[in-house]
């Protein structure tokens, strides 16, 4: 589901960012550097670029994380 590829610096860095600050406001530019990375799943995409709520356990943040 979630490539290694799609781990670039820019999401790694983002991600991280968001989980630390708790603050996923970037959620919409997330999900244009998973799209620059090659992702092209609708489900990652929209979800990222959706209203949220989004939080701290945000499974697209957690999987770019490497947390369970």
Known sequence: MFSPNWHTDTAVTLASQMYESRD???????????????CNDDRILDHCRGP????????VVDLLLGKE
Not at 24 to 37: E, K
Not at 52 to 59: D, E, I, L, S
């Open 24 to 38: 996923f406001s970037a959620m919409p530019i997330l999900a244009d550097a998973l799209q620059d990375a090659g």
């Open 52 to 59: 949220g709520p989004h939080v701290r356990g945000c499974w």
